[in-house]
């Protein structure tokens, strides 16, 4: 998305604090930090985006346009096979593979006809991969009505709908979602929340993060990405993930990094 969003990335895959990122194909820093992610160890995804133009061509609409077009059957399906396709293509040829899993910038790969476009473009499921994100079932257990209210209508948007779909086609799934917040709050913020959801967590279940190092003045998010990044990075996450017996799948730790 930007070099910071990159750096912090990279810097937590190195701690073994991640298992995956998801790479936002025509994002200004998509190709900036390519060996380095291959090298990182993180399975990549396709961060489908249909909302953000990044100055490209095809399909882009604001969030609340896409939703009611998408929900109301006037979508173009040909423009949406286009972008979707497009999107893929570009993913290979950055990374120089498929995606490990699809998920969606604020979560449209779960809208009608945008999900039938993408399972379509998607190459055939083998040895568990491409798995989808499945935001369709939240772990709410200690939140707040607020939150548990945001993950509801996230998760209302179509995630039933493509996840009958999907496993149709063969692709895995992940059991639960967590990470759902208002992106307020700091780190101070951040840290309930993540006891919160590592209480909650369940095998297999997905955690989503938006970490960053370090500043980027046209990210309205820049303040809380850097909060995510250093609750993620710290010494309270490794303890909360060993008083829960978690371990994050897939993840590799640099041996001279310390929590």
């Known amino acids: 998305m930007n070099p910071a969003v990159n750096a912090g990335i990279l810097s937590l895959a190195g701690r073994g ?7 936002l194909v025509d ?6 930090d390519t060996p380095a992610l291959r090298a990182s160890g993180l399975q990549i995804g396709l961060h489908l985006n249909l909302t953000e133009s990044f100055g490209q061509p095809g399909l882009c609409l604001p969030l609340g346009v896409l939703i009611r077009t998408a929900w109301l059957g006037r979508l173009s399906r040909q423009a949406v096979r286009d972008a979707v396709q497009r999107q893929v293509a570009l993913f290979q040829d950055i990374t120089g593979r498929a995606p490990d899993y699809v998920d969606g910038h604020q979560h449209v790969h779960q809208l009608p006809v945008i999900r039938d476009a993408l399972l ?3 190459p055939e499921p ?5 798995w989808i994100r499945d935001v369709g079932r939240p772990r709410m257990a200690g939140l707040p009505p607020r939150l548990r209210f945001k993950a509801a209508v996230i998760a209302g948007l179509g995630a039933a709908g493509l996840r009958r779909r999907a496993q149709r086609r063969g692709h895995a799934l992940n059991p639960g979602f967590l990470g759902v917040y208002d992106f307020q709050g700091g780190v101070p913020a951040y840290e309930g929340w993540m006891r919160r959801w590592l209480a909650a967590c369940r095998d297999g279940d997905v955690l989503m993060c938006h970490p960053a190092l370090g500043a980027e ?3 309205a998010l820049s303040a809380q990405r850097q909060a995510e990044h250093e609750v993620l990075a710290g010494a309270l996450m490794a303890r909360l993930l060993a008083e829960h017996h978690l371990t994050i799948e897939g993840a590799v730790r640099r041996p001279e990094e310390t929590a």
Do not use: H, I
């Open 27 to 32: 994002g200004p820093a998509a190709r900036a």
């Open 217 to 219: 003045g046209a990210d």
């Open 17 to 23: 604090r991640l298992s995956a990122t998801s790479l």
């Open 126 to 130: 083998r040895a568990g991969r491409p």
């Open 120 to 122: 379509q473009a998607l």
